[in-house]
């Protein structure tokens, strides 16, 4: 199994930038798809970005397209989370996680593995 451990996030103001950080050990970080979710209060869990496992190909949700960079690192084993321009409806509690198999990229589900969870506060 693989473990993240997750660091960045914090309080910006609207239109600011925060990178987020998912550090990978265990099992080789280059096997796995990843992906960022987040979930905002009182809201289900919703797809952000994800990659594949060479970092060649990313997908987004419409919502952070153009705004977000999502990539990784196989050497360092980290996957981040480049997100410009922010919004305050981005506010919401970031998750990285793994996928194993990488079957339907924009699903919770898919996922095996999950970082502990990392606030974003946009203030408007």
């Known amino acids: 199994q693989v473990q993240l451990v997750q660091s960045g996030g914090g309080l910006v103001q609207a239109g600011g930038s925060l990178r987020l950080s998912c550090a990978a050990s265990?099992?080789?970080?280059?096997?796995?798809?990843m992906g960022w979710f987040r979930q905002a209060p009182g809201k289900e869990r919703d797809f952000v970005a994800a990659?594949?496992?060479?970092?060649?190909?990313?997908k987004y949700a419409d919502s952070v397209k153009g705004r977000f960079t999502i990539s990784r690192d196989n050497v360092k084993n980290t996957l981040y989370l480049q997100m410009n321009s922010l919004k305050p409806e981005d506010t919401a509690v970031y998750y990285c996680a793994a996928s194993t198999y990488g079957y339907d990229w924009g699903t919770g589900t898919s996922y095996d593995y999950w970082g502990q969870g990392t606030q974003v506060t946009v203030s408007s």
């Open positions: 990659i594949n496992r060479s970092g060649g190909v990313t």
């Open positions: 265990g099992r080789t970080f280059g096997n796995y798809v």
